[in-house]
């Protein structure tokens, strides 16, 4: 079974733009989560989402948003990108909610 | 706030030695907790999970210990191998492994010497 993939896996804005990051999770899982790794916060809770609503939101500005698509695909999107939004943003996804999850490899984001 | 986190950034072993990784957590509610094992550029690998109803689980070489009297968790890798070294993270959830949000310890970076 493949895994979990995020496209792009690498990603060079400048402050300003906005950026949106793509996540398809493991055939059959339903609940696809959000997380923000940078070397100094660590892995930080974004957002989760099952059957196409967000279920719960960890504590990030109104510039990060997301959405869930029918086929469970899930997008996460960057507004006005900052310097601090640099980071590895990491897609994780479950059966449901309250059940293991699996990440996938990461989109590397650098706003310069 | 309360929070996940790991007693040593950095944990040197070697190679065939039993490697144990720490974490304390804070949170007396938490219910599930997990351990992920990262590689250099890629993303958080499932390793192994326990629920705060059991104190022990054991996998493939790795074992998790749980105490609950004192939040304490640890992982126990066996006979470690090149292979095992990574940044190795605890997490923490209320309520199973989802609904919530993880919340992540720091993470130990496991070296393994030759």
């Known amino acids: 079974k493949a895994g979990v993939t995020q496209t792009p896996r690498y990603l060079i804005k400048t402050r300003g733009q906005q950026v949106t990051l793509s996540c398809s999770p493991i055939?059959?899982?339903?609940?696809v989560s959000w997380y923000q790794q940078t070397p100094g916060q660590g892995l930080q809770f974004l957002f989760e989402?099952?059957?196409?609503?967000?279920?719960n939101k960890g504590n990030f500005p109104g510039r990060f948003s997301g959405r869930q698509f029918s086929n469970s695909r899930s997008e996460m999107n960057v507004s006005t990108l900052e310097l601090g939004d640099s980071a590895l943003y990491l897609c994780?996804?479950?059966?449901?909610?309250?059940?293991?999850?699996?990440f996938g490899p990461g989109t590397r984001l650098l706003v310069l | 706030g309360e929070s996940v986190g790991l007693h040593l950034p950095t944990l040197s072993v070697q190679e065939g030695d039993n490697s144990i990784i720490n974490c304390a957590y804070s949170?007396?509610?938490?219910?599930?907790f997990i351990w992920y094992k990262q590689e250099s550029g890629k993303g958080p690998q499932f390793i192994i999970d326990?629920?705060?109803?059991?104190d022990k689980r054991q996998g493939q070489r790795v074992t998790v210990l749980l105490n609950k009297t004192v939040k304490h968790l640890s992982l126990q890798i066996a006979a470690t191998q090149p292979g095992d070294s990574a940044v190795y993270f605890c997490?923490?959830?209320?309520?199973?492994?989802?609904?919530?949000?993880?919340?992540f310890g720091k993470g130990t970076h496991l070296i393994i010497q030759p």
């Open positions: 994780a996804t479950s059966y449901g909610l309250q059940e293991t999850q699996y």
């Open positions: 997490a923490e959830n209320i309520g199973g492994g989802g609904a919530d949000g993880l919340t």
């Open positions: 989402y099952f059957s196409e609503t967000q279920r």
């Open positions: 326990i629920r705060s109803n059991m």
């Open positions: 055939s059959g899982h339903r609940s």
């Open positions: 949170n007396s509610a938490s219910d599930y």
